[in-house]
């Protein structure tokens, strides 16, 4: 019994030299609204700006999305499918960033179906193999006359962050650093970022690769096992961010 065990744990020495270390690369799934999406969001710089070339994603980011309708229309169900295709080859990360339409009185979704669905897609990519990351929402640019950015998302903040904690799940404070960051800059230099003119939620094209860029520092910031290696830097970029420089 002793030299079986013994063997066994041979074995594993041999098969696994650097027990701590995980040599596969990267999958990013991005489930979110058009804040997310293409056209609008940051997902698609996130890929193609921060992603190390090991690594590779999908932006499932859908305009108009809630955490409701995201399933109903199939989106969910594509990212669950992903994670299977993908997770022999690699590390599948769930970047899950709702709140802007669940929080319309249009939408359908109450603050505790919101919270309730979040927690059903963080418990859903773990059962399928992948690793779910809450994403507090992007912050909205509109101005108040004290020159400060309306803080109209603090609410769906503080439930990701609640569900994050129960569930023991990673999360980044995105709507915080976002609204820290556009507060810095100021309402003028905010506005190069607006996809269209007066449209202060969505991200041009530029606003998209600042943007992906704040969320990839606070992923590497608070998990650089994790993300590091799998990471491509703008030192550049992040220190303008970081002294609250327009970008
Ligand atoms: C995502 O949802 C939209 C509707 O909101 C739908 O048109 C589209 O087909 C869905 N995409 C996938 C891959 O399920
Ligand atoms: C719903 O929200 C809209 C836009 O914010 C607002 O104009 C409207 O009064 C609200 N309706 C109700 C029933 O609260
Ligand atoms: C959100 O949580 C912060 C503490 O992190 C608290 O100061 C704030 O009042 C909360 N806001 C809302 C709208 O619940
Ligand atoms: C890094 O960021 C700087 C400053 O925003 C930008 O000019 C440059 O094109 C970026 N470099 C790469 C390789 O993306």
Not at 143 to 151: N, Y
């Amino acid at each position: 019994m002793y030299a079986l065990i013994s063997s066994f744990f041979f074995v594993c020495a041999i098969a696994s030299p650097f027990p701590k270390h995980e040599a596969k690369p990267l999958y990013w799934l991005l489930a979110g609204d058009s804040t997310t999406a293409p056209d609008g969001g940051w997902g698609d710089a996130f890929l193609s700006t921060t992603v190390a070339s090991d690594s590779s994603g999908h932006n499932y980011g859908h305009s108009g999305a809630t955490t409701a309708s995201f399933r109903a229309s199939g989106n969910w169900t594509s990212v669950t499918r992903d994670i299977n295709t993908y997770k022999s080859d690699y590390q599948v990360f769930v970047t899950i960033q709702f709140g802007h339409n669940d929080q319309k009185n249009t939408s359908g979704v109450s603050l505790s179906q919101y919270k309730e669905n979040l927690l059903n897609f963080v418990k859903e990519t773990t059962t399928a193999g992948g690793h779910p990351i809450l994403v507090t929402p992007l912050t909205r640019r509109n101005f108040q006359s004290d020159g400060k950015v309306a803080e109209n998302l603090a609410t769906q903040r503080n439930i990701t962050i609640e569900v994050a904690t129960y569930s023991k799940t990673k999360y980044i404070d995105l709507n915080k650093a976002s609204e820290t960051y556009v507060n810095a800059i100021g309402k003028d230099a905010a506005s190069k970022y607006n996809l269209a003119a007066g449209d202060w939620t969505h991200l041009n094209e530029w606003g998209g690769v600042v943007f992906a860029r704040i969320v990839s520092d606070l992923l590497v910031e608070k998990y650089p096992v994790e993300f590091e290696a799998h990471t491509k830097a703008n030192d550049t970029l992040s220190d303008i961010i970081k002294a609250g420089e327009p970008a």
